[in-house]
Structures are given as structure tokens and as C-alpha cells.
């Protein structure tokens, strides 16, 4: 019986054309399988993860070529699907986090041909080289929102990557082939205009599992961030939470001034984002609230909502590493 084998990927990516050479055409030669291509819709993460889980069955092996965004709508899948379905993930968008937590690498140019890749993810399959990643679950007024791998946050970093989904700079990205500098270059354009606005109006954040303690955080705080990962946006540290059924780090911070920002920054890239462990935040907002929330970098603006409650999911996604 041929087993089962899905790309995930998305056409209007910048590094479509890559895509299709390095995965899509070894992955058709591939024997003993059965190839199939997911292509991600111009509509959301959910809507692709319901549609992806519909096609999912026990056995299958799902490999995202694409950024932390098409990895977010494959892990999603994952967990819906309720299947004994395995996840890779190669890294083609900016920075790529899901990738890393299994440092799997996009295939490398060699001959006529390529190694690694597709070919590299079959082989470590098929050697039963499988992690148990434990993934984020993010509640908003109750009702679940999304699952993440690697981190959530609320407010001005959340925001900021909205401006990726600008026309302008998606086909600039696509001219420079999702050039790191240049997705830097346009947060930080973003972050001078905006940095002065409200972000973030919490009345409460609670941190269950810390003896329930709850927190008023600082006038003037910006962000939340949740973190599951050794990595947020490439550069950050948080640690190998992921690999953990029961606790997360969480932290909160005040980003609107310059110099707290680059402080923050200095020490999460040199030490890792001041925080602590938690296993399971409730944060708790007045009825005319306006917040963004992001996972993987998919964000989404929330009008008049009253709690977000972020945990640990009880099922576990098997990725190869």
C-alpha cells in the first residue's frame, strides 16, 4: 500500500518558483508514495487548517515548504485532523522559526539535481527520527483560536507585522527573494511611525500555575509575548518549552520608548526574553478593546473582546527533526 505524502505551500509565495525545483519536482519522483500538494487559499489560517484536515488520514506524511505562516496552517491541520499524522517543515519565508525547532534545511543545489530537503525528510521518516512537539492553544473569550509551535503575542510586535501583508512590500519581497534586511528595514520604518499609540490595554494578566499570582502590568505596556520556542522572529531567545506538556514562558513589556526596545532586544538576543514560566495566562480586557494578536507572524485585529487565555494543547504533533 503507497503511503500517503502532502506539500503544503503556497503559489503566491516569493519563492514559489524555488518551490516548485527544489521540493515539488524530487518529491514527484519519489517511489512507494503517493504525492499530493496543498496549495494555501488567499483566505486564512483557519480556513486552510479546517480544509487541510478534511484530507489528512492516519499514517500520512505532511512537509511545509513555506514560511512560519503556511508552517502555522499545517500544524493547525495537524491538531484538527485528530490523525497519527507526522509534520516537516522547510524553511522558504523570513525567518522561519518552525523550521528551526527541527533544523530541518531546504535542499541544496548539487549536479543536476539536489540533496537533502525532501529526499533527507523521507529518509529520517522512514528511521522513525520523530519528536513530540507540544504546541500553544490560544482561547479568546472562550472560544479556541488557534494553535501555535512557537509564540503568540499581543500588541505593538503583533501589529507590526501587519505591514508584510502590504501589496507594496510583498512584491519588493519578491524581488529580493524575502531578504531578511529588508523585512528588518520595514518593521523598523513601521515602528517610528506607530510607536507612540496605545497597544495593549490589559486590566489583568493571571499566570496560572504560579500560585495563581495576578498582575497589573505597567501603564505604557505594549506587548505580551508567549513563548514556546527557542527562536521568536529569528533572533529572540526564549528555549525548548516546545518539548514541554506543561509549562510555557510568558512576559510582558513596555517597547513604545527607543531605548527600552533596544534593550529588550539586546538582552533576548544575548540571554534570552525576560519572563516566567507559566501554564496557562489569562489576560482580561475592558469591553471596548482593540488588540492584535499574532501567532508565527499571521495576525488579527480583536474588537471588543473581554479574555484571552493561552495554555498548553494536550495533543502532542509528531515532526521530523
Given at each position: 500500500?503507497?503511503?500517503?505524502?502532502?506539500?503544503?505551500?503556497?503559489?503566491?509565495?516569493?519563492?514559489?518558483?524555488?518551490?516548485?525545483?527544489?521540493?515539488?519536482?524530487?518529491?514527484?519522483?519519489?517511489?512507494?508514495?503517493?504525492?499530493?500538494?496543498?496549495?494555501?487559499?488567499?483566505?486564512?489560517?483557519?480556513?486552510?487548517?479546517?480544509?487541510?484536515?478534511?484530507?489528512?488520514?492516519?499514517?500520512?506524511?505532511?512537509?511545509?515548504?513555506?514560511?512560519?505562516?503556511?508552517?502555522?496552517?499545517?500544524?493547525?491541520?495537524?491538531?484538527?485532523?485528530?490523525?497519527?499524522?507526522?509534520?516537516?517543515?522547510?524553511?522558504?519565508?523570513?525567518?522561519?522559526?518552525?523550521?528551526?525547532?527541527?533544523?530541518?534545511?531546504?535542499?541544496?543545489?548539487?549536479?543536476?539535481?539536489?540533496?537533502?530537503?525532501?529526499?533527507?525528510?523521507?529518509?529520517?521518516?522512514?528511521?522513525?527520527?520523530?519528536?513530540?512537539?507540544?504546541?500553544?492553544?490560544?482561547?479568546?473569550?472562550?472560544?479556541?483560536?488557534?494553535?501555535?509551535?512557537?509564540?503568540?503575542?499581543?500588541?505593538?510586535?503583533?501589529?507590526?507585522?501587519?505591514?508584510?501583508?502590504?501589496?507594496?512590500?510583498?512584491?519588493?519581497?519578491?524581488?529580493k527573494r524575502g531578504s531578511l534586511v529588508f523585512s528588518v528595514w520595514q518593521?523598523?520604518?513601521?515602528?517610528?511611525?506607530?510607536?507612540?499609540?496605545?497597544?495593549?490595554?490589559?486590566?489583568?494578566?493571571?499566570?496560572?500555575?504560579?500560585?495563581?499570582?495576578?498582575?497589573?502590568?505597567?501603564?505604557?505596556?505594549?506587548?505580551?509575548?508567549?513563548?514556546?520556542?527557542?527562536?521568536?522572529?529569528?533572533?529572540?531567545?526564549?528555549?525548548?518549552?516546545?518539548?514541554?506538556?506543561?509549562?510555557?514562558?510568558?512576559?510582558?513589556?513596555?517597547?513604545?520608548?527607543?531605548?527600552?526596545?533596544?534593550?529588550?532586544?539586546?538582552?533576548?538576543?544575548?540571554?534570552?526574553?525576560?519572563g516566567k514560566k507559566s501554564q496557562k495566562d489569562v489576560l482580561t480586557f475592558?469591553?471596548?478593546?482593540?488588540?492584535?494578536?499574532?501567532?508565527?507572524?499571521?495576525?488579527?485585529?480583536?474588537?471588543?473582546?473581554?479574555?484571552?487565555?493561552?495554555?498548553?494543547?494536550?495533543?502532542?504533533?509528531?515532526?521530523?527533526?
Amino acid at each position: 500500500m503507497l503511503k500517503k505524502l502532502i506539500v503544503v505551500c503556497n503559489p503566491r509565495s516569493s519563492r514559489a518558483g524555488m518551490i516548485e525545483r527544489e521540493v515539488l519536482e524530487p518529491a514527484r519522483k519519489l517511489r512507494g508514495w503517493l504525492v499530493g500538494k496543498y496549495e494555501v487559499q488567499a483566505t486564512g489560517v483557519n480556513e486552510n487548517a479546517e480544509q487541510l484536515a478534511k484530507i489528512l488520514d492516519d499514517g500520512d506524511l505532511v512537509i511545509v515548504a513555506g514560511g512560519d505562516g503556511t508552517a502555522a496552517i499545517a500544524l493547525n491541520a495537524t491538531v484538527l485532523s485528530d490523525k497519527d499524522v507526522s509534520l516537516a517543515v522547510m524553511g522558504y519565508g523570513n525567518f522561519n522559526d518552525m523550521a528551526r525547532l527541527t533544523k530541518v534545511k531546504p535542499p541544496v543545489e548539487y549536479g543536476d539535481g539536489y540533496v537533502g530537503g525532501i529526499m533527507e525528510i523521507v529518509e529520517r521518516y522512514e528511521a522513525g527520527k520523530v519528536m513530540e512537539l507540544h504546541p500553544l492553544e490560544v482561547w479568546i473569550d472562550g472560544k479556541h483560536w488557534r494553535y501555535a509551535g512557537c509564540y503568540v503575542t499581543l500588541g505593538l510586535f503583533a501589529e507590526s507585522t501587519a505591514v508584510f501583508d502590504q501589496e507594496k512590500v510583498r512584491l519588493k519581497l519578491r524581488e529580493k527573494r524575502g531578504s531578511l534586511v529588508f523585512s528588518v528595514w520595514q518593521l523598523v520604518k513601521w515602528y517610528f511611525r506607530h510607536r507612540k499609540e496605545e497597544f495593549l490595554p490589559i486590566k489583568e494578566l493571571r499566570r496560572l500555575g504560579n500560585e495563581g499570582m495576578a498582575v497589573r502590568p505597567d501603564p505604557g505596556t505594549t506587548d505580551y509575548l508567549a513563548v514556546n520556542g527557542p527562536r521568536v522572529a529569528r533572533v529572540m531567545r526564549g528555549g525548548k518549552y516546545y518539548l514541554r506538556s506543561g509549562e510555557f514562558l510568558s512576559a510582558t513589556a513596555r517597547l513604545g520608548g527607543f531605548w527600552r526596545l533596544m534593550w529588550f532586544m539586546f538582552r533576548s538576543m544575548l540571554w534570552r526574553i525576560p519572563g516566567k514560566k507559566s501554564q496557562k495566562d489569562v489576560l482580561t480586557f475592558d469591553s471596548d478593546a482593540r488588540v492584535m494578536i499574532q501567532a508565527e507572524g499571521e495576525c488579527e485585529e480583536l474588537v471588543g473582546i473581554q479574555k484571552i487565555e493561552i495554555g498548553k494543547v494536550e495533543k502532542v504533533v509528531k515532526m521530523v527533526r
